[in-house]
């Protein structure tokens, strides 16, 4: 098989987790079927979006099935 050259936008990092972000990584990678590289960089670019829009002064809001609404705080 044909190596294809590395993407120039990409760059490979070496991470050590912590054992509860290792257990939610497996939980993921399971429930979804995606990679566990794949679950980490949805997290990443999860967080990216939620910090982009607490910089903009926005909250993040969780909306229970009855339609309670309840405001998410990230330490």
Same mark, same amino acid.
């Given at each position: 098989?044909?190596?294809? $050259? $590395?993407?120039?936008? !990409?760059? #490979?990092? +070496? ?7 290792? !257990?939610?990584?497996?939980?993921? !990678?399971?429930?979804?079927?995606? +990679?566990? +590289?794949?679950?980490? %960089? #949805? ?10 829009? #607490?910089a903009?002064? %926005?909250?993040?809001?969780? #909306?229970? !099935? ?10």
């Amino acid at each position: 098989m044909e190596q294809l $050259p $590395p993407h120039p936008d !990409t760059e #490979r990092y +070496s991470v050590t987790l912590c054992p509860p972000a290792v !257990t939610i990584v497996s939980e993921l !990678t399971a429930a979804s079927g995606v +990679s566990k +590289s794949d679950v980490i %960089n #949805r997290a990443v670019l999860l967080l990216g979006f939620i910090e982009r829009e #607490r910089a903009k002064g %926005n909250d993040l809001m969780i #909306r229970d !099935t009855a339609g309670a609404l309840e405001r998410i705080h990230i330490i």
